[in-house]
């Protein structure tokens, strides 16, 4: 039921996708009921200092137990696209060997209710929470256990094997990993997610065995899904700029690019290591645990490349403080706060970047078409007097990026779709609770869900097709 155009209106395209995103650890709960064992948020989110207010994501937004409800939620919503995560640990609790019958019989009823629901499932593998058996298993490796040890990779596309096996014949849409670069900086570099190691040289082998892990599994689900299942990959590229023209500055960006991209987009789609990239961590590694092979098996073909958007960087020469995710980097990089508005998270609030980003890829990657997998803000929102929960920011955020998405397409980018995050309020890692990216409220304390005014937008966006235009907004 199209409404009629404003002259502003921005149309997407027919069939583009309007969805919304969640993680399993963010939203599911449960997490030692039916099987499931801990994963490293679990131990982390335990570990005193780690997270906000000590959270954990034992109950989180209990999705487990409010299916029904959540896909209610998004019927309501008229959302094209549902993403969500497996949690590896609920479906192979030790991380490896038998599946566990009533983990996958969860995700069963998910996808069957989306399915009935008209709901597209787009699922992802691995948001983070790895069995924290894989984690502790440091046998032969040099640099510990978890991603910085070869074999979990191993263990990773066996795990895909089993979740093809289980729901192949349901899920049209597959992503092996997403955002391979927290996975191995935040949790390897800085410390600031599970497991909260600080070893440089154990994030940049967590980087490689990450990229190995997607080839590896990206071939195991090409063999067993259905020739029309599509494969995929998310990453959170980093929009970054330098702040001057002057080579030095410059430098730095090249740098940050290098570590927070290419690392990625170099052996996923050419089969290669950035060449700046290896000479930069020369007093880090060699890189000899790249064995021969692995970057041909890293660019498995992939039907689609995923980008989360949120904020772009602005970097200097200079250095900045230590332990850090970039891997030796922050010793040449100082980051400059963005101009503009802020966010609850502080982040910069900047379409553009989001813009950038589209097109850089339109050209770098012809033929990849993309899909904006994560876009999002966390505001604290706020009841009126009826009861309405008001989130004007959320809603000129979002209006501002998808803009921006209309842009890139209108300039020629392949964009085929937009998953807003999140449904829900829910667990924000380090973060715990205390911020709030849903556009559903979640009163943690009752378990009530109420749409907030940027559901009723996005419902309106998805109806219309497109955005009213709104020229102070359009970015
Ligand atoms: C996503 O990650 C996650 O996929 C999702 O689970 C999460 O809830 C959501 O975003 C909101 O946080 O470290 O200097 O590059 C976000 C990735 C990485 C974005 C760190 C902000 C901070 C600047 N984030 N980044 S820096």
Redesign the pocket.
Known sequence: DARPDSPTALRFPQGFRWGT?T?AY?IEGAAAEDGRTPSVWDTFSRTPGKVRNGDTGDIAADHYHRLDEDIALMRRLGVTDYRFSIAWPRVVPTGSGPSNAKGLDFYRRLVDGLLEAGIRPVATLY??DLPQELESATDGSPAGGGWARRETAYRFAEYAGVMADALGDRVATWTTL??P??AA??GYG?G?HAPGRTDALASLRAAHHLNLAHGLAARVLRGALPASAEVSL?L?L?AVRALSESPEDRDAARRIDAV?NRIFLDPVFHGRLPEDLVRDTAGITDWSFVEDGDLATAAAPIDSLGI?Y??P?VVAAGSSESPS?WAGAERHVR?EPAPGPRTA?D?PVDANGLYELLVRLRDELPGVPLVVT?N?A?YDDYADPSGNVKDPERVAYLHAHLAAVHRALADGADVRGYFL??LLD?F??A?GYS?R?GIVHVDFATQRRTLKDSARWYAEVIARGGLEGRGDLDG
């Open positions: 995103a993680a963010q948001h983070w997403n955002e670069w927290c900086f935040l800085n600031v998310t959170n980093h927070g989360n949120y904020s960087a995710p980051f998270m982040w994560e999002g966390a995050w999140s829910n924000e890692w973060y911020k990216f």
